[in-house]
């Protein structure tokens, strides 16, 4: 194990979740990632749920605690992966979680499909990161403009979303939402952001076959 000897816990979505220093620490609001993946989750195609950039894997288990669902955990971060671990266990949902450590493009399989994709990718430029001291560089980097690691996840969700499927991604604002949506666009995806929502920490986007185009 790599946790360190004296991780913190936290109370989110009334699950108790571990946190060391070396990860990025929960924050509340992000239950609202968890609860808009659950409700598209009450008609979604049967399957299992995918969460990349995982963490501690708060946000996935919060989605899924109160169904059957499976889940598919995947983080770069070993540290974080030991602690998602933990946190799964702890839950009581250790039998139905499955956490791959690596990057996010390179974990799947080719025939791997999600009806719901969760993301979490960091989104603070580059420039920026030193405004958050006590935030780990790995957990928060996003690259020159925020969305390096954005773009990576919504090619891993353009090659693994089941049909009529929809993944949500938490992005800085709406700006970058906007920049998001034309990369997608400009690059001949059928995704395209189909729904955002706002609040005082971030921003959340729904990813869902764009208006105009099949669905392949």
Do not use: K, Y
């Amino acid at each position: 194990m790599v946790v360190s000897q004296a991780p913190s816990s936290m109370t989110f979505a009334g699950l108790e979740v571990w946190f060391d220093d070396r990860v990025l620490r929960p924050r509340e609001w992000t239950q609202a990632q968890s609860d808009w993946a659950a409700e598209l989750l009450d008609d979604a195609p049967a399957g299992q749920v995918l969460e990349l950039f995982a963490g501690v894997g708060h946000i996935g288990l919060a989605a899924v605690a109160a169904n059957a669902r499976e889940l598919v955990m995947v983080d770069l971060n070993p540290v974080a992966c030991d602690l998602a671990r933990r946190n799964a266990d702890a839950a009581g949902m250790g039998a139905r979680v499955e956490i791959r450590q690596g990057r996010i493009d390179e974990v799947l399989g080719s025939r791997e499909t999600f009806p719901v994709i969760i993301a979490d990718p960091p989104w603070v430029p580059t420039a920026g990161i030193g405004e958050f001291p006590e935030d780990p560089t790995i957990a928060i980097d996003g690259g020159e403009d925020g969305l390096a690691l954005a773009r990576i996840a919504c090619e891993v969700v353009d090659r693994h979303l089941a049909p009529g499927g929809s993944a949500i991604l938490q992005l800085g604002n709406i700006g970058q939402a906007d920049q998001l949506d034309a990369h997608l666009e400009a690059a001949g995806s059928q995704l395209g952001v189909v729904e955002t929502r706002t609040f005082e920490r971030g921003v959340l986007v729904r990813l869902g076959v764009r208006a105009g185009s099949s669905a392949g």
